[in-house]
């Protein structure tokens, strides 16, 4: 059985924010959200409402999935050679 005092939730996304450039701060944006949304699910974790507090990091993982998809995609990097 898992109680609030074992779990352990990051206060901080994985990912890293870079420059305000091709797409940064839109990245800055969903990290701090993510951030945000962990940290209301450490105090709900905390209160031991567990299926809200799970409902908060899956969509702060789902900020960071985001973030991570946003600046240039492959495919447009990728040139023909003649």
Do not use: F, N, W
């Not at 994985?14 to 699910?41: F, N």
């Not at 908060?56 to 023909?80: N, S, T, Y």
């Amino acid at each position: 059985m898992v109680t609030a005092t074992k779990l352990k939730l990051p206060l901080k996304p994985s990912l890293v924010a870079t420059p305000a450039t091709d797409g940064g701060l839109e990245r800055q944006k969903l990290l701090q959200q993510a951030e945000t949304l962990h940290q209301q699910a450490q105090v709900l974790a905390a209160k031991g409402e567990l299926q809200e507090a799970g409902l908060l990091i899956l969509k702060g993982l789902d900020c960071e999935r985001r973030a991570k998809a946003r600046g240039p995609q492959v495919l447009g990097l990728i040139k023909k050679r003649e």
